[in-house]
């Protein structure tokens, strides 16, 4: 099986997740709100998204190839479940590119957040997303996506040198909204989201909170 191991980053982005800032926990709530049955999350790091599922959320597959983060993913599943016990959450190893056997459909939604950045193939990450759905079902994602002008040419630079290899794989300047139109799903709807104040030049600010439906 395909796997994704950054030891580094894993530990940095679990030390984050401890410390996030008051505006993504809000984000993490907006992006699941309303969601009802049976989701797919993949990329589901140290399951951050966990808490802020709606208790009409029934069962979660959560997809974490790295295996320090799946570790954290299984702890915090296992808190949520006996929170609310109507709630059943599985944790397992894979890609979004090979999701593994258990992530059978049909899901009512897939959830993505700052995944899309990471992953090797986005067109077949979003072809497994979209096999995964239900008819009509919808992908919800919150990422963080390529901008013009000069912060724009920032994200490009960052790319081709070092961003990458320091932040798990990650790329700042994709066309993320695009890949998903190209990839077939519908009603596409999202609000641009600056993740850093204006002073600061991050490239991973501009972000996308949206949903997009398999056609029905
Ligand atoms: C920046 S973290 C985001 C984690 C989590 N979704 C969140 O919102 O906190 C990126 C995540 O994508 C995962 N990832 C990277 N490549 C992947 C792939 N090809 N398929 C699935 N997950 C992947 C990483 O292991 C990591 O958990």
Known sequence: ??????????????????????DVVRARGELLQGLSGRVLEVGAGTGSNFAHYPETVTEIVAIEP???????????AAARETAVPGTRIHVRDGTFEALPADAAGPFDAVVCSLVLCSVAD??????SAYAALRPGGQLRYYEHVATDGWLGGLQRTVDATFW????GGCHTHRDTVGAIDRAGFERIQH????????WAPVPISPLA?????RPA
């Open 164 to 167: 990458p290899r320091a932040f």
């Open 209 to 213: 909170l949206g949903i997009a439906q």
């Open 1 to 22: 099986m395909p796997t994704v191991e950054h030891p580094l980053f894993s530990r940095v982005w679990s030390w984050a997740m401890r410390h996030e800032p008051r």
């Open 66 to 76: 790295d295996r320090l983060l799946r570790e954290e993913a299984t702890v915090v």
């Open 122 to 127: 986005v067109p077949g990450s979003l072809a």
């Open 191 to 198: 609000r641009d989201i600056r993740g850093a104040p204006r």
